[in-house]
T-cell receptor, first 114, second 111 residues
Framework: DSGVTQTPKHLITATGQRVTLRCSPR?????VYWYQQSLDQGLQFLIQ???????AKGNILERFSAQQFPDLHSELNLSSLELGDSALYFC?????????????FGPGTRLTVL | EDKVVQSPLSLVVHEGDTVTLNCSYEVTNFRSLLWYKQEKKAPTFLFML????IEKKSGRLSSILDKKELFSILNITATQTGDSAVYLCAVLMNRDDKIIFGKGTRLHILP
């Protein structure tokens, strides 16, 4: 158990809908990263937040957005969902004040878009 | 375009064998290379390599980075069935904190 929690575990929804994925980092970690893992694309970095502010952006679609709240939990919002958005979405957190950026992954949320 | 390429894509060996997994990269602003093990769920961290030629070791696993040739290898000796997993290589960029993962090597250890 990495100490990172993600909810929900599974999510099934229809095309065109919007969903919110939630992540709670390890206690004391200020950075939160979001990843998308699909069979054909592998693990793709989406976005990083550090202490409430966006820090780095990867291959995140405009239909997706994220934020990190004052209590450091983060939410990833996916809108106008398409079939191709079906994937496993991971959140990871990293310790504050380290230069190694060691990341601890949560168990993931499996999103299925029908 | 920044990329991380892992090989082989898949590997099946017998318990007790030694395996070598490869990761090559072409990125701007390289900072570190990371190895993860992914079993059924979330990836778990194995190694972070920043300096060339320094071997990192943890039990039967070891890894080394060659920054001149732009690759890293992950060795697993005396493999066990519990080593069966997907092994992911990732490169952390220096300038903008981006991280790029390879597609992984699926390792299956036969008893």
């Amino acid at each position: 158990d990495s100490g990172v929690t993600q909810t929900p575990k599974h999510l099934i929804t229809a095309t065109g809908q919007r969903v919110t994925l939630r992540c709670s980092p390890r206690s004391g970690d200020l950075s939160v990263y979001w990843y998308q893992q699909s069979l054909d694309q592998g693990l793709q970095f989406l976005i990083q937040y550090y202490n409430g502010e966006e820090r780095a952006k990867g291959n995140i679609l405009e239909r997706f957005s994220a934020q990190q709240f004052p209590d450091l939990h983060s939410e990833l919002n996916l809108s106008s969902l398409e079939l191709g958005d079906s994937a496993l979405y991971f959140c990871a957190s990293s310790p504050a004040g380290t230069s190694t950026r060691l990341q601890f992954f949560g168990p993931g949320t499996r999103l299925t878009v029908l | 375009e920044d990329k991380v390429v892992q090989s082989p894509l898949s590997l099946v060996v017998h318990e007790g064998d030694t395996v070598t997994l490869n990761c090559s990269y072409e990125v701007t602003n390289f900072r570190s290379l990371l190895w993860y093990k992914q079993e059924k769920k979330a990836p778990t961290f194995l190694f972070m390599l920043t300096s060339s030629g320094i071997e990192k070791k943890s039990g039967r696993l070891s890894s080394i980075l060659d920054k001149k040739e732009l690759f890293s290898i992950l060795n697993i000796t005396a493999t066990q069935t519990g080593d069966s997993a997907v092994y992911l290589c990732a490169v952390l960029m220096n300038r903008d904190d981006k991280i790029i993962f390879g597609k992984g090597t699926r390792l299956h250890i036969l008893p």
